[in-house]
T-cell receptor
Framework: AQSVTQLDSQVPVFEEAPVELRCNYSSSVSVYLFWYVQYPNQGLQLLLKYLSGSTLVKGINGFEAEFNKSQTSFHLRKPSVHISDTAEYFCAVIRDDKIIFGKGTRLHILP | NAGVTQTPKFQVLKTGQSMTLQCAQDMNHEYMSWYRQDPGMGLRLIHYSVGAGITDQGEVPNGYNVSRSTTEDFPLRLLSAAPSQTSVYFC??????????????FGNGTRLTVT
């Protein structure tokens, strides 16, 4: 089974609208969860992480994610997107001490 | 402080040729890794190293070799390139293998085309 699943390969959203990018993880992996962002022609950078504690995690650029153990989910949200949020977003988990990435969700901001 | 430096940025190879992708870091990180990124596949781990002299296989190691003779460098070798190895390659480092609280630091990638 996939360690981490991102159900949406692309998400179009209008500027200033809210967005949610979905991520589900396998119950067989550790509950260390991450979201990374990749802007065009760049490497990835960390957006936020959940290691323990509060299930609502705040990251950079106004993004937040909620860890839901019962639903094995770690969805990423932003209340109002900006054109500069155009990027690909990757959910990641730890499996056997290695960071395993989902297939990514490309966020398209519509004017 | 350059962080993670990958060279070259672009490379075109013919099938059967060999080459080495370079990765250097100046952050004294113990953990270094190579990923390949393909459309619709996300990032897949090729090889990783938890310190000088120690390497291990990731998810897709076939066709690639690595070595770690120093803390700073982690080259990725393609001994006989195949079209299936056309991809964007990223080097990523972290303080230590169990340092989950610290992020992965990525280079800017090497775009490889094998014809």
């Amino acid at each position: 089974a996939q360690s981490v699943t991102q159900l949406d390969s692309q998400v179009p959203v209008f500027e200033e609208a809210p967005v949610e990018l979905r991520c589900n993880y396998s119950s067989s992996v550790s509950v260390y969860l991450f979201w990374y962002v990749q802007y065009p022609n760049q490497g990835l950078q960390l957006l936020l992480k959940y290691l323990s504690g509060s299930t609502l995690v705040k990251g950079i650029n106004g993004f937040e994610a909620e860890f839901n153990k019962s639903q094995t989910s770690f969805h990423l949200r932003k209340p109002s997107v900006h054109i500069s949020d155009t990027a690909e977003y990757f959910c990641a988990v730890i499996r056997d001490d290695k960071i395993i990435f989902g297939k990514g969700t490309r966020l398209h901001i519509l004017p | 402080n350059a962080g993670v430096t990958q060279t070259p940025k672009f490379q075109v190879l013919k099938t059967g040729q060999s080459m080495t992708l370079q990765c250097a870091q100046d952050m004294n990180h113990e953990y270094m890794s190579w990923y390949r990124q393909d459309p619709g596949m996300g990032l897949r781990l090729i090889h990783y190293s938890v310190g000088a002299g120690i390497t291990d296989q990731g998810e897709v190691p076939n066709g690639y070799n690595v070595s770690r003779s120093t803390t700073e460098d982690f080259p990725l070798r393609l001994l006989s390139a195949a079209p299936s190895q056309t991809s964007v390659y990223f080097c990523a480092t972290r303080i230590g293998i169990s340092s989950y609280n610290s992020p992965l630091h990525f280079g800017n990638g090497t775009r490889l085309t094998v014809t």
